[in-house]
């Protein structure tokens, strides 16, 4: 599969080095391919590139969007996402760790909205990055919440959190993304308020 990974930061460079891990053809997309940070990144992902965000986007069939949520808008509606799958990783987060958006609208809703031709689902937001590359907690595997409103583009999505070890719950349409964006602030708060640290996960179980 041939992915774009658009973020550098935690998010975006442990997706794309564990989904080339995997197989998948994986693109970084980013505002200075020469710099040194993305020549350091490159060392550690096998196969992998790194291109301006338009040419990741374009020569790519999936789109993960892992960057701050103050710099998703500008970059969506700069791209041509038409056909596209895009996962939305992002969280839209205020100073003082609150939500800048909720209850009515939600990140991947914004993003849908400046993207009207992308197929948006939200994934990936509800777990720290350093568990991307081990979610197996104990006898459990880490649940992952999907949403969307392309059964397509949900199972695509699907498909790479599994291969990552997730268990996947389709958690139903992309409005599902205003409770999902609070359950990543809750691990947040869990995580680094509270005092639980970052080796911890949601399970959804079942009787």
């Known amino acids: ?36 940070k993305v020549a350091s990144l490159l060392e550690q992902v096998s196969g992998a590139v790194a291109v301006r965000v338009k040419d990741a986007i ?3 069939d999936v789109i993960v969007l892992a960057v701050p949520w103050e710099a998703a808008e500008g970059i969506v509606k700069a791209a041509d996402l038409d ?19 909720g209850y009515d609208t939600s990140a991947a809703e914004r993003i849908a909205g400046w993207a009207p031709g992308a197929r948006v689902v939200k994934a990936f937001n509800t777990i720290g990055a350093n568990n991307l590359e081990n979610p197996r907690f104990g006898d459990e595997n880490a649940t992952m ?4 409103d392309d ?8 498909q790479l959190a599994e291969e990552l070890g997730f268990e996947v719950v389709d958690a ?4 599902s993304a ?3 964006e609070p359950v990543a602030m809750l691990w947040i708060r869990l995580a680094l308020v509270e005092g639980w640290g970052r080796d911890i996960a949601f399970k959804l179980l079942r009787r």
């Not at 056909?83 to 958006?101: F, H, S, Y």
């Not at 919440?145 to 969307?148: A, I, N, R, T, W």
């Not at 059964?151 to 699907?158: D, F, I, L, N, P």
């Open 1 to 36: 599969m041939k992915l774009a990974i658009i973020g550098t930061g935690n998010v975006g460079a442990g997706l794309g080095r564990l989904l080339a891990a995997k197989g998948h053809d994986v693109t970084f997309g980013v505002r200075e391919p020469q710099s040194s």
């Open 58 to 60: 374009a020569g790519s």
């Open 83 to 101: 056909g596209k799958v895009l996962v939305d990783a992002t969280n839209p987060i205020a100073p003082g760790l609150e939500l800048a958006l």
């Open 145 to 148: 919440f999907v949403c969307g």
């Open 151 to 158: 059964a397509g583009a949900k199972a695509v999505t699907s």
């Open 172 to 175: 139903g349409g992309l409005a």
């Open 178 to 180: 205003r409770l999902l």
